[in-house]
């Protein structure tokens, strides 16, 4: 099954979010980006975690009564698990099903960060990949039933 | 067209529990929505941890004196409990939904359609039919249980020569006799039939 050119070109830009943050500043800047995670940024920006719309809403309503918000680096999840911007969708999937998390980092050859893949564009581009298979098996199915050209033979005019 | 169903218990939570007792029973259920019902069980909307997240979280509401009803989305999306898999599929794709209650005729849920239930449903299949992919090859998908048995006989094999040059005699022997009888039978039984292992 052909692969994209590049998983990169499948992933998305990582949006950035300092640890120190509150839960309803990361949650406001899901809401204006329209994405349901953001990288978690320690002190010295480097990429420490993840934090997805989930870890927000169960930390933030689940803290203890009159407890003050948490912020950011206490609800995510840490470490970024990450994988070389080269690796291929089988490797990609199979980390993703070994981790169990639906997103990780790409990084670069000298290991910054470069993107956030999902499993859902995987999902979308082998979902993608299957439909056009399907659709060669469906024009043989038509061919053999209404042929539009003769059937070749390797004996010549016959 | 997909035959079946796939019957998972709705998780639902009343419109006027509170948004902290939402988040727990998510946690507690491993579980990413809940159906909302009223008083009576009936649906009346759905909320997503995304929902608590962007309608709770980004505007500071309180955990325990908002109530669910303040964050789901209301006029939740139903499909009837008898709708087949094909039916909910499209119904899923047609309005761009993740999931659908499926309920009986008083509006009152018994399922839940879910994108990641069908996904992995089929999966199951594209991977059975995988294995029919390959002709020629009936065994491929026996590869490596068989290689971990030959891998187990040969170790077997080597401390029973062990145990006879050592001269430890029959008491040795007969647990490893018995351990390479047990090999045999589970490959036996893996290729079923009376078939033999390929070379």
């Given at each position: 099954?052909?692969?994209?050119?590049?998983?990169?070109?499948?992933?998305?830009?990582?949006?950035?979010?300092?640890?120190?943050?509150?839960?309803?500043?990361?949650?406001?800047?899901?809401?204006?980006?329209?994405?349901g995670?953001?990288?978690?940024?320690?002190?010295d920006?480097?990429?420490?975690?993840?934090?997805?719309?989930?870890?927000?809403?169960?930390?933030a309503?689940?803290?203890?009564?009159?407890?003050?918000?948490?912020?950011?680096?206490?609800?995510?999840?840490?470490?970024?698990?990450?994988?070389?911007?080269?690796?291929?969708?089988?490797?990609?999937?199979?980390?993703?099903?070994?981790?169990?998390?639906?997103?990780?980092?790409?990084?670069?050859?000298?290991?910054?960060?470069?993107?956030?893949?999902?499993?859902?564009?995987?999902?979308m581009?082998?979902?993608?990949?299957?439909?056009?298979?399907?659709?060669?098996?469906?024009?043989?199915?038509?061919?053999?039933?209404?042929?539009?050209?003769?059937?070749?033979?390797?004996?010549?005019?016959? | 067209?997909l035959d079946?169903?796939?019957?998972?218990?709705?998780?639902?939570?009343?419109?006027?529990?509170?948004?902290?007792?939402?988040?727990?029973?998510?946690?507690?259920?491993?579980?990413?929505s809940?159906?909302?019902?009223?008083?009576?069980?009936?649906?009346?909307?759905?909320?997503?941890?995304?929902?608590?997240?962007?309608?709770?979280?980004?505007?500071?509401?309180?955990?325990?004196?908002?109530?669910?009803?303040?964050?789901?989305?209301?006029?939740?999306?139903?499909?009837?409990?008898?709708?087949?898999?094909?039916?909910?599929?499209?119904?899923?794709?047609?309005?761009?939904?993740?999931?659908?209650?499926?309920?009986?005729?008083?509006?009152?849920?018994?399922?839940?359609?879910?994108?990641?239930?069908?996904?992995?449903?089929?999966?199951?299949?594209?991977?059975?039919?995988?294995?029919t992919?390959?002709?020629?090859?009936?065994?491929?998908?026996?590869?490596?249980?068989?290689?971990?048995?030959?891998?187990?006989?040969?170790?077997?094999?080597?401390?029973?020569?062990?145990?006879?040059?050592?001269?430890?005699?029959?008491?040795?022997?007969?647990?490893?006799?018995?351990?390479?009888?047990?090999?045999?039978?589970?490959r036996?039984?893996?290729?079923?039939?009376?078939?033999?292992?390929?070379?």
């Amino acid at each position: 099954m052909p692969g994209p050119k590049n998983l990169e070109s499948l992933a998305s830009v990582p949006l950035f979010v300092e640890g120190t943050s509150s839960v309803k500043e990361a949650a406001q800047l899901m809401q204006q980006h329209f994405v349901g995670s953001l990288v978690v940024a320690g002190p010295d920006g480097e990429p420490v975690g993840l934090v997805t719309d989930r870890d927000i809403a169960l930390g933030a309503l689940m803290r203890a009564p009159d407890s003050p918000a948490p912020t950011v680096l206490s609800v995510a999840s840490m470490p970024l698990r990450t994988l070389p911007a080269d690796s291929t969708v089988p490797e990609a999937t199979g980390f993703l099903g070994t981790h169990c998390v639906r997103r990780l980092g790409l990084t670069d050859k000298d290991g910054a960060l470069v993107a956030i893949l999902s499993s859902d564009v995987l999902l979308m581009h082998l979902g993608m990949q299957i439909h056009r298979l399907t659709g060669t098996i469906s024009r043989e199915f038509q061919e053999e039933r209404h042929p539009t050209t003769p059937p070749r033979s390797r004996f010549g005019n016959e | 067209m997909l035959d079946g169903k796939l019957n998972n218990d709705p998780i639902t939570i009343r419109s006027t529990a509170s948004l902290r007792q939402a988040a727990e029973t998510m946690d507690k259920r491993h579980v990413g929505s809940l159906v909302v019902v009223d008083a009576w069980g009936k649906v009346i909307g759905i909320v997503t941890d995304r929902d608590l997240c962007l309608r709770a979280v980004a505007l500071d509401r309180d955990p325990d004196s908002t109530t669910v009803e303040r964050c789901m989305t209301a006029e939740a999306r139903t499909l009837p409990i008898d709708t087949d898999l094909t039916d909910q599929v499209q119904a899923m794709r047609s309005l761009g939904v993740r999931r659908m209650p499926l309920v009986d005729g008083e509006g009152v849920p018994h399922g839940i359609a879910a994108i990641d239930d069908i996904l992995l449903w089929a999966a199951a299949r594209l991977s059975e039919l995988a294995g029919t992919a390959v002709i020629g090859r009936r065994h491929v998908g026996l590869r490596e249980p068989l290689g971990l048995l030959r891998e187990l006989e040969a170790h077997v094999e080597s401390r029973a020569s062990d145990a006879a040059g050592a001269g430890l005699g029959e008491r040795r022997a007969l647990p490893l006799n018995s351990l390479q009888e047990s090999i045999q039978r589970l490959r036996e039984g893996l290729l079923g039939d009376g078939r033999t292992e390929a070379p």
